[in-house]
């Protein structure tokens, strides 16, 4: 059985998540406080399992699943990827306030000066895949330097430098313009943060433009910047593993 998103039988901590009440760990304090009824009763007990149906309130207050929303933003340069901070705009602040509600946050980084595709959500395993290296979805990205870099450059960028004392490869770097210059292809399997500046700097060079336009098979085409689009979970996961365009 399923409701909202969530599949029963589950433990009660997991239920009280899932409606966005509070995370798993804080759920546990709310049941020891007794601020936690199950059909009408107090329920103190941290190993409590619903079997789906039960009425559960917290703090008198009745609460259901949230609905799991899968968004696709082309975020703008200057907005940082995170669901709140006290100095700078976030991808959040660019959503209706609904979404607040429904805790949605970034699956993945996307750093303050770069711009393009970014996915949020308020679905936590999801969010796993798409970020795990284990599920092989790649980043691609367009990239523009501040200088230009001959084919020996791109050599060494493709066979991957050092940063950090690990060795940074990208699964594909290849000349935009046909020629070596300064805008590339650059593609990444696992990547870490500021992972194609860093290696840009390792090169001598310098990233003037960052622009993430691909998540997998799903790729930037028309979506203005500061833009997004909602989908269900059916059609997200087909953009991202068999193609779309947005």
Known sequence: MSEGGISFPARLNKYIASCGVSSRRKADDLISEGRVTVDGLPERSLGRVLTGGERVCVDGRDIAPARHVYIVMNKPRGVISAASDLRCETVLDLLPEHYRALRVFPAGRLDKESEGLIIL????????????????????????????????GVDEWRGGVVIEGRRARPLEVSPLEGVPGTRFLVVLGEGFKREIRLMALALGNRVFRLKRIGIGNLFLEKLPVGAYNEYNYAAIKKMIYEGGKI
């Open 121 to 152: 959500t308020n679905d936590g395993r999801f969010a796993q895949e798409v970020i795990h290296p284990s599920s092989g979805i790649k980043r691609s990205y367009s990239v523009t330097l501040r200088r230009d870099l001959d084919m020996n």
